[in-house]
């Protein structure tokens, strides 16, 4: 059974500082992962999502790594803003490739 | 480009009555997917459509539970004799092709269902 976990429901850091927002799988069909950010009262929204090709996938301030043999990811935000402030999801395919897994989601707060 | 639609973006309802959710994907999307927040909790898949066809509704409750995506018009999600339970945000997302070829699923604003 798939199984995405992130164990961390919050997240406070001062802005400037970075965030890591961790996530933990038990299998992976296709190897591919997402990270999806979400704020209250609106959908989630497409962030960076990371290939088994890689460890390691950048975009700006938002870098996704993947360690396969410890089935972990992480998504680290650096400098952090107060407009990071939302709820990440770590997500990915279903083994049946029809749909996406998401864990539970971590909120961040990030303080001026 | 528009991006997904769902309307209305707040439902309430009775006990008993029927509820009625729809989404229209993003312009060129032929891929729709449902899934259910309930508080606290991550989004869970219900069901996956394209144009006229249920792929997979292995999330979709049994009971009560319906989806479809007509050749023309959105994708609906109908919930019949709804109760409290059913209480929670639905989400659509649409995809140009599928979660198999990693493609990237891209969701509306949700609508939020209050079960009175």
């Known amino acids: 059974d798939q199984q995405v976990k992130q164990n961390s429901p919050s997240l406070s850091v001062q802005e400037g500082r970075i965030s890591i927002l961790n996530c933990d799988y038990t299998n992976s069909m296709f190897d591919y992962f997402l990270w999806y950010k979400k704020y209250p009262a609106e959908g989630p929204t497409f962030l960076i999502s990371?290939?088994?090709?890689?460890d390691k996938n950048e975009d700006g301030r938002f870098t996704v790594f993947l360690n396969k043999s410890a089935k972990h990811l992480s998504l680290h935000i650096v400098p952090s803003q107060p407009g990071d402030s939302a709820v990440y999801f770590c997500?990915?395919?279903?083994?049946?490739?029809?749909?996406?897994?998401f864990g539970k989601g971590t909120t961040l707060s990030v303080s001026s | 480009n528009a991006g997904v639609m769902q309307n209305p973006r707040h439902l309430v309802r009775r006990r008993g009555q029927e509820a009625r959710l729809r989404c229209s994907p993003m312009?060129?999307?032929?891929?729709v997917y449902w899934y259910r927040q309930l508080p606290e909790e991550g989004l869970k898949f219900m069901v996956y459509?394209?144009?006229?066809?249920?792929?997979?509704e292995s999330g979709m409750p049994k009971e009560r539970f319906s989806a479809e995506f007509p050749k023309e018009g959105p994708s609906i999600l109908r919930i019949q004799q709804v109760v409290r339970g059913d209480s929670a945000a639905y989400f659509c997302?649409?995809?140009?092709?599928?979660?198999?070829?990693?493609?990237?699923?891209?969701f509306g604003p949700g609508t939020r269902l209050t079960v009175l």
């Open positions: 459509l394209q144009k006229e066809n249920i792929i997979d």
């Open positions: 312009k060129g999307h032929s891929h």
């Open positions: 997302a649409s995809s140009r092709t599928s979660v198999v070829n990693t493609d990237t699923q891209y």
């Open positions: 990371i290939s088994s090709i890689k």
């Open positions: 997500a990915l395919p279903n083994q049946a490739g029809t749909a996406l897994i």
